[in-house]
């Protein structure tokens, strides 16, 4: 670092550790580097997000299947959920990765470590919280997204969490209220359920996923409610510290109830960090609630890419996911020592799973995206749903809930989307990212391979087979 006039300047600054911490490689080894965060060192996913979630939806997971298993013939019983043994063993591991990558950042040569919040001063200058003013040659904005909170009565009260805290709680509640209806609410009131919890789940719209095929949310909302208390087209107006906890006011339809709950997860989205960086009074666009970037990850000011500002990742991604983010920052790695040669994402089939119980998985269009488009540009659509009960393997697990959906183009064979809901749904989608990334037709792809008999696989041949498609 060199000090000008009591601003520090860089060749690179990098604002946000979890994704923009990959950016600084050994091709950096010569130059300066700022990485700065604010917040725990390493980003939301490791710390508060895909990890952690991940390695408490597993076992929860782990339990109900084995619940389950009693139409198998085999009956099991969840005698015992450690939760803090489950919580210190997860956060165990992810609490000294975050630490051991922070000191390996503290100790490298060339990087300074700002561990302070900051704002844009200008697109090449950030103010840290305590008003130190860092100017990069370049900078990378990878400052992720937050959780927002509905105004609500009893929001602050201890004992309402975000996805942030509830994960550190001391002990398995009891009783649990989940307020939203998209991913976080569906992956924890899986892993609650799984480890025991009574949960009721409350969605102010008659659908869950909404973004999901509505095949796929129909089938999770059936699924949800045999499992847990689903409360649809309902709010919550309220929530007060009670005798027995905290009472939970819900409105549906005029009328009222009240619950009482342990603890209540507020899972209403997350926003873009874009605002509490005051990237707007930096003279940064912002387009759709994020920081506006063009197809090469550049900042956009009046429209324009910004020279040597780039931004990837929540902030700047109106689809909030990890590979995304690391594909963007893998973009953005290369663009910054290749201007001459700059690279985009190919972000045409950006997968997603949702690690509830059944999982989901989903790909490129729902059926209802694939019709608006063929009336546009007049092709015809064809759509195949197979059930997992339809499948050797799926007969083994006596399965009644999953099912495999693809939507593809009538004339060409090409496949628009894939949606699957059932067992290892994040797994079994993975050959049809693949078809669709590299072009395959779905007769190709069924034909072009042989699928392992009796696996789980052959109902992603079959749904393929089903298709009318050329060749088929
Ligand atoms: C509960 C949960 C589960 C999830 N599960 C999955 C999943 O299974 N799969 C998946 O693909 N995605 C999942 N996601 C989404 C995924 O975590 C995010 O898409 C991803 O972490 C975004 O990475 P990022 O690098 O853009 O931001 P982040 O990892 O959030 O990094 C941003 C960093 O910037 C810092 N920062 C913010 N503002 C400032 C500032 N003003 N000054 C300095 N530093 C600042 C923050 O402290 C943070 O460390 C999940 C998210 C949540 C919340
Ligand atoms: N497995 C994964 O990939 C994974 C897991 C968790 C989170 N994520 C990412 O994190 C993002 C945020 O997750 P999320 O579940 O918070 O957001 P979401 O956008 O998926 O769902 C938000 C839900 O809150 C509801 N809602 C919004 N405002 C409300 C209000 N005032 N009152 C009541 N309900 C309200 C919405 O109707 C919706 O059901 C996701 O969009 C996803 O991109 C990904």
Redesign the pocket.
Known sequence: MTETHGVHDYDLIV??????NSLIDEEWKDKKVAI??????????LN???IP??MFAYPATTAVHGLDDDRLGVSMERTDVRWREIRDRIFGRIDAISESGLEYRQKLPNVDLWT????LRDPHTVETASGQLLRGRQVVV????R?VLPELPGIDLPGVHT?DTIMRIDDLPRRVVILGGG??AA?FAGIFHGLGTEVVQVNRSRRLLRDHDEEIAERFAREASQQWDLRLDTTISSIEQGSDGLDVTLESGGSSETLAADVVLVATG?VS?AD??DAEGAGLDIRDGVLAVDEYQRVLSSGEPVDGVWA????SSVT??????NAQERTVQHNLLHPDDLRSTDQRYVP??V?TNPQIASVGMSESDARDLAAVQGFDVTVKVQDFGDVAYGWAMEDSQGFVKLVARKDTGELLGAHIIGTEASMLIQPLIQAMSFGLTAHEMARGQFWIHPALTEVVENALLGLEVPGN
């Open positions: 604002v946000g550790s979890g994704s923009g700065v965060d604010g917040g725990v060192f390493g980003g939301t996913c508060k997000g895909c979630t991940k302070e919040f900051v704002t990878a400052a992720g997204s959780s996805s991913f976080i992956e997350r960090n509490s960086l990837l990742g929540d902030v909030q996911l990890k590979h995304l983010a997603h799973a690690f």
